[in-house]
């Protein structure tokens, strides 16, 4: 079976079916989780269309191999399919009018077998590299992640993961705001604050170790806006006077500043919070490290958006943090530094005193200057 599925998103599908259609796919498809694409429950149903030892080749985003809400099609496969090869072409734009990063899966409907083949592809026929994984990569990760599939640095990912937690298993992570809220939050914005408002920021306003509130105007034009209370739920007035992380939601590469005072409501972005084990100080440097760059590349690259990572609270949540930081202080103290001169000017160069953060955590897990030079390629 030869497939190019549609690429209706959740959001779409609910402008174009009923309530009622919908849940009547989740009712029908294993694979129809929490906000589903529509292209999941294709594939699932071309699947069990299949004969025995029959192969599905479908041309799809690229999302499914990381994406939360694929979590049932990735146990579907499991459950009594082969995934035999992928074909990666996100370097590629394949459809003009698809802005998504795409893949071809070949399926079989068979026991696993010992083997998953990748091939990445510079153009539809140029290929930069193939090689081979064992299938046990498909069950190591939490959820079943595959989005490692993607990358040709398995064995350096793995010499990491080794060594680290789950960030879920030590902190709370949530999204700012719901598409919903931030519509409301931005609709109500103020330069006028009142005793019970927050700063602001969304996605444009925040950088690494830095704000730009006060200096980067926003929606309406606004260049310090405050949001009251009044627009938000209890819930969320109580998390935004926490201190906490605050990840943008889309960048090339992890944008994370530290609101130490819990200063700071937002919109579009995703929390840390309520951390146990770590200093915050020192999560705030691992989260900008080329390190966590290369691991978060790895684990969720397949859900870029033609060279843009997002970063939403479920994979944030399923993140790799050191077991242990060690040279804690010496990270906490660069970190000061570099925050410091970031509170005078946003804007100002701080390259140097991020190296030497990345020397440490390269520490952190004993990696070797080959490997710390693959980690800066990417």
Known sequence: ????PPYISALEAKKILSEEIRNGYKRSFQSATGAYDMYIIFIELGLSMLTPNGTLAFITPSKYLSAEYAIGLRSFILSGYSLAHISDYSSVKVFESAGVSTLVSIIRRMAQQPEV???SYRSLTDIIT?????SSVLTTLPNNIWGHLLSTYADLFFKIYDQSSIL???AEVNACSTAGEAEVYEDNLSETPDSHSFKFLNNGTLNRYASYWGLKKIR?????????TDYMTERRAMLFKKPKLIFAKIAKCPEVFYDSEGEYSSANTNMVYDVEGY???ALLGYFNSSAFNFVYKVMFGGLSMLGSLQFQAPQIRKSLIPNVIKNSADICSLVDKIMEIKSINPFEDTA?????IDILFY?????TVEEQSIIESM
Do not use: A, W
């Open 1 to 4: 079976m030869i497939g190019n």
């Open 117 to 119: 083949t990748f091939t």
């Open 130 to 134: 193939h090689h081979c994984y064992p």
């Open 168 to 170: 879920e298993e030590h």
């Open 220 to 228: 309406k034009g606004l260049l310090r806006p405050y949001l009251s």
């Open 279 to 281: 200093d915050l100080r």
């Open 352 to 356: 140097e005193l991020e190296k030497q």
């Open 363 to 367: 520490g952190v897990y004993g990696l």
